[in-house]
């Protein structure tokens, strides 16, 4: 799709992926898995964008390739502008590297089990030739900021609970100042009065540092609450892309509307609203099916949308639904 993203705040977005494809296992001659198929969104400062959809729709991958831990098989991402796919100036690519960061489900794959966290943390800073006072004072700060005291720093990761080695992950994520950072199911491994914790340093931290967030989670509770704009993902593709209360409020792509329905409200009778259960199996990302990629598995589905694949258009300001028959039920 070629549609320019709305942006919030009226500035340069910071952080653009435009056309975003990723094939895995694809070779000359054969297609691989379809990860990825076409994506185009834009971060602009400050502001967090929700990504959902089902396990295995490509989430994963989009947030891997926005801070190109993965490049991707086609497409640009582009920060402040300048391309950082095709060939970009190391200058450039390491200052998108400080710049772009990612926290994971598992802080562990951040922490190295057999050094002290404080060292951990500080790798980002040293593998830029940070001078040592400067690292030692940055990983002070970072240590406060994630609630943590300045001990902590000597200590092992076995050490600490779960939530306390996330927001270890977080400081590290912090310690190079980024403006982005993708954050991939941060909180789904944490008991939940953990998880609401560190939404809540992620809310504080965000207002404070201005910081652009990628919030991938299955949790459209927390996606609601933390997201201004979300993208719903099926088979690769964004298939809706609106702001948060607009679409947990008035989804117009049926696979929204089925996604949401597990988590809608009562309606003004009080009356719960009614879930919508998928028919049929997800369709593997290798065979997408023809058409609209959802045509297998929707209700309205009609020769049209089994042969024509909807693109994803602008139906109200900042509002991008991809489907025939947006807002029917
Ligand atoms: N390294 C890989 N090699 C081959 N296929 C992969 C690889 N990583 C992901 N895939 C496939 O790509 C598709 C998208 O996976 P991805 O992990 O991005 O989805 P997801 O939406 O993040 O899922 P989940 O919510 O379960 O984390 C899936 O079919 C997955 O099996």
New binding site residues.
């Given amino acids: 799709m070629t549609e320019t993203q709305p942006d919030r705040t009226g500035s340069e977005p910071l952080l653009e992926l435009s056309g975003i494809g990723h094939e ?2 694809g070779r000359p001659g054969r297609s691989g ?1 379809r ?2 198929d076409d994506i185009t969104l834009a971060l602009s400062p400050g502001e967090t964008v929700g990504l959902v ?11 891997r390739i926005a801070t190109r831990l993965y490049r991707p098989t086609r497409g640009a991402v582009r920060f402040e502008g300048k391309d950082m796919t095709h060939k970009p100036k190391s200058a450039d690519l390491k200052a998108f590297r400080r710049a772009v960061q990612m926290v994971f489900q598992d802080p562990n794959g951040s922490l190295n089990p057999r050094l002290p966290v404080g060292a951990s943390i500080e790798e980002p800073l040293r593998a830029r030739g940070v001078a040592r006072a400067e690292r030692r004072t940055r990983l002070a700060e970072v240590l406060e900021e994630v609630g943590l005291d300045t001990s902590a720093a000597a200590r092992y990761p076995h050490e600490f609970s779960g939530g306390q080695r996330q927001r270890l992950a977080l400081a590290r994520a912090l310690a190079p100042q980024p403006s982005v950072i993708v954050l ?2 941060p909180t789904s491994a944490l008991d939940v009065s953990i998880q609401a914790q560190i939404l809540n340093l992620l809310q504080e931290i965000q207002q404070r540092d201005r910081i652009a967030y990628l919030f ?1 989670s ?1 949790n459209l509770g927390v996606v609601r609450h933390l997201s201004e704009r979300v993208a719903v ?1 099926y088979l ?1 593709s964004i298939v809706e892309l609106a702001p948060a209360k607009e679409l947990f409020e008035d989804p117009q792509h049926p696979y929204s509307m089925a996604l949401l329905s597990s988590v809608l409200e009562p309606g003004d009778d009080g009356a719960p609203g009614e879930q919508i259960v998928l028919k049929g199996e997800l369709p ?2 290798s065979d997408i099916p023809a058409g609209c990629p959802f045509s297998s598995r929707c209700w309205l589905a009609d020769d049209h949308c089994r042969s024509e694949r909807p693109a994803l258009t602008e139906r109200a300001p900042g509002h991008l639904t991809a489907c025939h028959k947006p807002g029917s039920h």
């Fill in positions: 895995f296992g898995v990860a990825v959809g089902e396990s295995g729709c490509g989430k994963s991958t989009l947030g991939d199911e991938i299955h993902m690769g593997s990302p």
